[in-house]
Nanobody
Framework: QVQLVESGGGLVQPGGSLRLSCAAS????????MGWHRQAPGKQREWVAS???????AYANSVKGRFTISRDNARNTVYLQMNGLKPEDTAVYLC?????????WGQGTQVTVSS
């Protein structure tokens, strides 16, 4: 019912920036939470950031102060502005959409931070 398509990943040098986008389509409810997890090789999947339809945001400590999550409710799109990227930020970034405890996931976009 809900499809999520991420874009904006790529290769960037340490200290650089990227902006990820995630567009939701299908049976979208106006009240929801969207955000991002990431999965790095050999590590557990990590929650990164969330934003409610009302605009409330939350961040993992590892990205707080460097990443900013935002959304465009009219477009059902969530963004993740990533600044000051570090090699440890390298991961597949997965967009999620949550409604009444039910989660939907995108297939992910690769972010690689390397010199």
């Amino acid at each position: 019912q809900v499809q999520l398509v991420e874009s904006g990943g790529g290769l960037v040098q340490p200290g650089g920036s990227l902006r990820l986008s995630c567009a939701a389509s299908g049976s979208i409810f106006s009240i929801n939470t969207m955000g991002w997890h990431r999965q790095a090789p050999g590590k557990q999947r990590e929650w990164v950031a969330s934003i409610s339809s009302g605009g409330s945001t939350a961040y993992a400590n590892s990205v707080k102060g460097r990443f900013t999550i935002s959304r465009d409710n009219a477009r059902n799109t969530v963004y993740l502005q990533m600044n000051g990227l570090k090699p440890e930020d390298t991961a597949v970034y997965l967009c999620f959409y949550s409604r009444l405890g039910r989660d939907y996931w995108g297939q992910g976009t690769q972010v690689t931070v390397s010199s």
